[in-house]
């Protein structure tokens, strides 16, 4: 159980957590770019993070066009508005993907439980129960002897 399936389900919750921050990503952007598209604004001036909490100052003189990363390593220059919709269909993407990592997440949690349950039953048939007559009514069992 802790060999194979408890490190699967921490795979399983590691991969729910990246996809879930890449939807956080896309609707921040989405935000992001509604603003830019309602207040009209042509030009930028921002801070952006170089990595390692190093930041420097930056200044985008034409906000009409912004690179995305479409996945694979590659971004892609577009307008806002052609962005925006981009970005709806990346997070339709990303929420169906999430969903089938949710499946994934129960179906490992299920194999746990059941494993142990089988561990239980097994431990108490060793130790000379009869685990599976436990739930069954006294008349019931009497009438199979």
């Not at 956080?24 to 830019?36: A, M, S």
């Not at 709806?88 to 142990?116: C, M, N, P, T």
């Amino acid at each position: 159980i802790d060999d194979v399936l408890k490190r699967e389900l921490q795979r399983a919750l590691d991969d729910f957590r990246s996809g879930a921050a890449l939807l956080e990503d896309c609707r921040e952007l989405r935000r992001n770019i509604d603003l830019l598209l309602t207040g009209n604004v042509t030009e930028l001036e921002t801070t952006v993070e170089l990595g390692c909490q190093f930041f420097v100052k930056a200044f985008v003189p034409d906000t009409s066009r912004i690179f995305v990363d479409v996945g694979l390593g590659f971004k892609l220059e577009m307008p806002l508005a052609e962005a925006q919709d981009f970005l709806e269909h990346k997070e339709a993407f990303v929420l169906s993907g999430l969903d089938l990592r949710k499946r994934r997440i129960a179906e490992v949690k299920a194999d746990i439980r059941q494993a142990l349950h089988l561990l239980d039953m097994m431990t108490q048939v060793k130790s000379g129960q009869q685990p599976w007559l436990a739930a069954c009514e006294p008349e019931l069992i009497e009438s199979f002897s």
